[in-house]
């Protein structure tokens, strides 16, 4: 009896433990966009030259790639520089690392819900991807994006950015 009752709570012990890692989980994974207002605004035919143009003001120029994150530097926001370092290896010359505060940027605010974010302008000052790094428990379980980016920035003929608003993972 008492080897059935030590057997029984180490299976209360392994299920308990199952479902707080199940509910924690859960609440690390976010949407990017949650309420589509990045997917609504991306709908309109100007959305490319305006954000190019708001990123020009803000002296970011042709070649830029582009991490876009807060001033607290979220937990989330750490586990993208494998990420950013892979990419820019990827792109190779004439690119350059840029990092821009959200806080500091209202009207690119008003477009973005959750960072950290990823954009990169090619080396002709067109916008070829707007969104996530990765997706995924803690952007690093999940599925990196660095191939399919580096497809999207270096693709011939210029076919429109790719905005990637429907996506899973560790944001703030």
Same mark, same amino acid.
């Given at each position: ?29 976010? %949407? ?12 309109? +035919? ?29 937990? =989330?926001? %750490? ?17 350059? %690392? ?33 969104? +996530? ?5 803690? =952007? ?15 693709? %011939? ?12 993972? =560790?944001? =703030?």
């Amino acid at each position: 009896m008492r080897k059935l009752l030590g057997w029984a709570l180490l299976a209360l012990w392994a299920v308990s433990l199952l479902t707080a890692l199940l509910v924690y989980g859960q609440r690390q994974l976010s %949407s990017f966009d949650p309420d589509g207002k990045l997917l609504h605004l991306s709908t309109a +035919p100007s959305f490319d030259t305006k954000l190019v143009q708001l990123l020009h003001h803000q002296n970011i120029k042709a070649g830029s790639v582009v991490h876009v994150g807060t001033t607290s530097r979220c937990y =989330c926001e %750490s586990l993208t520089s494998p990420h950013q370092n892979q990419l820019l290896a990827s792109l190779g010359e004439g690119y350059q %690392s840029v990092r821009l505060n959200i806080d500091e940027v209202p009207a690119l605010q008003a477009m973005l819900h959750a960072v950290p974010a990823l954009i990169v302008l090619d080396n002709q000052n067109q916008l070829r991807y707007l969104g +996530p790094y990765a997706t995924g428990y803690g =952007c690093f379980t999940g599925k990196n994006l660095v191939e399919q980016v580096v497809s999207y920035a270096t693709q %011939s003929p210029y076919n429109g950015a790719v905005i990637n608003a429907d996506a899973q993972g =560790c944001f =703030c």
